[in-house]
């Protein structure tokens, strides 16, 4: 990176001087206003540009010089290109690098909020909150319920730790939103999308959806699977759909999304149509771009986040930061038989105000998925039998 500083009469004059020696290469760092001889002001502008800008004279093969060799074109081309392969590089590591700044800057965000807070822990309280602790219901939500539990009118029961625990229970059961479940209609067909990070058990959640539905009532089910990255991905639904009696479609274009649906309408009575998504980082929002187009078409769909409990709380979280952009409708937990604590079914529906959907707690399609419930949450989290 080289910097170098620009005068100029007035601005427009100064940003010609820099796009005469770097194109548009150039990062303004800084303007300033300065007084030359107390009648008269100049602009002076301080500007990054990389180390390696190419000229901005480059010829194009139609400007090829009449005197200058083929050689010399092609090496300068070969410059060009090697400045904007490096150039990409460095845009993918500044997105790289604004994301993880965001990230830091929200965790340094969250330790201030919460530095502290939980000091002054009434001690009937102590114990719950440490059981709490365990089952990893993170430190703000603690903070909150603490402090209701600190406004509570003192009685002789309050000495009780049960007491606390009750009221607690109460605080937590209001706290958590439970999303409506994914159902079959008769007069209308309801569209939902299952999104997530890669294994999360989206499309084993799929399954168990639609055997569930189908064990009730024979309904007319359209599964699509948007898979495009793993070969043979779509093959485990195709064979269940098979099975299960269920319409299925592969596609590898979202576009592909609303003439099916169409065309499905048109032959059957469609009530449900489920879209099947490949598994996506959380790095950045640039992974789930593509995926914005579920959003951009006449029907309206409903889109679900599964998120996999066997995942560190930051990992989740930053599934939901980078999928939220998507708009969630529900959250579904998986692997809660592979997980010790469920806390974070807690922390993360709280903290993004998203309601949760279901909970999976097995591999089996048979008898392995539940419809949430706020007493099933609660539950888990405070080990209740
Ligand atoms: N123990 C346990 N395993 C599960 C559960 N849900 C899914 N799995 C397993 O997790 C693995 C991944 O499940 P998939 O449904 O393929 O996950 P996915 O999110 O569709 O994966 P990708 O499409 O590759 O991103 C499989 O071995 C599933 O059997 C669950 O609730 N508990
Ligand atoms: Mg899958």
Not at 89 to 102: C, K
Not at 136 to 150: M, Q, R
Request: hydrophobic share 40%; proline share 3%; with cysteine.
């Amino acid at each position: 990176m080289r910097i170098k500083t620009f005068e100029a009469v007035n601005m427009k004059e100064a940003l010609k001087a820099v796009k005469n020696e770097f194109g548009n290469e150039a990062v303004i760092l800084k303007t300033r206003q300065k007084d030359l001889d107390g009648t008269s002001q100049a602009v002076e502008l301080t500007v990054a540009t990389p180390s390696e800008v190419v000229p901005n004279n480059i010829d194009t093969l139609s400007g090829i010089d009449k005197d200058k060799s083929l050689v010399q074109y092609l090496g300068n081309l070969e410059k060009k290109i090697n400045y904007l392969t490096d150039e990409a590089i460095r845009q993918d590591q500044f997105f790289d690098l604004v994301n993880s700044v965001d990230e830091l800057r929200v965790l340094l965000l969250e330790q201030v909020q919460n530095k502290g807070q939980l000091k002054d822990v009434p001690v009937p309280c102590r114990s719950l909150v440490k059981k709490l602790q365990l089952a990893g219901i993170d430190e703000a939500s603690l903070y909150e319920l603490v402090k209701y539990l600190k406004s509570l009118p003192e009685s002789e029961e309050s000495l009780d730790e049960n007491f606390y625990q009750d009221n607690a229970i109460k605080w937590m059961l209001s706290s958590i939103k439970i999303a409506p479940a994914i159902q079959a209609f008769d007069s209308t067909t309801s569209i939902h999308a299952v999104v997530g990070p890669c294994g999360a058990g989206k499309t084993s959640f799929i399954s168990k959806l639609v055997n569930s539905i189908k064990k009730k009532s024979d309904r007319k089910i359209l599964v699509i699977s948007y898979d495009v990255k793993k070969l043979g991905s779509a093959e485990q639904l195709r064979i269940f759909s098979k099975i299960s009696d269920t319409y299925f479609e592969s596609i590898n274009d979202l576009s592909q999304v609303e003439p099916l649906i169409k065309k499905y309408s048109k032959e059957q009575d469609l009530q449900l149509v489920i879209i099947d998504t490949d598994g996506r980082g959380a790095k950045s929002r640039e992974e789930v771009e593509d995926l914005k187009q579920l959003n951009n078409g006449i029907l309206p769909i409903d889109i679900h986040l599964v998120l996999s409990c066997t995942e560190k709380y930051v990992q989740m979280d930053r599934a939901v930061r980078t999928f939220s952009t998507l708009g969630i409708q529900s959250l579904v937990f998986t692997k809660l038989d592979e997980s010790w604590s469920y806390g974070d079914i807690f922390n993360l529906s709280r903290k993004w105000s998203i309601p949760v959907g279901y909970l999976s707690v097995g591999q089996s399609i048979n008898k392995d998925l539940q419809r949430a419930s706020k007493e099933k949450i609660i539950t888990r989290i405070f080990d209740i039998k």
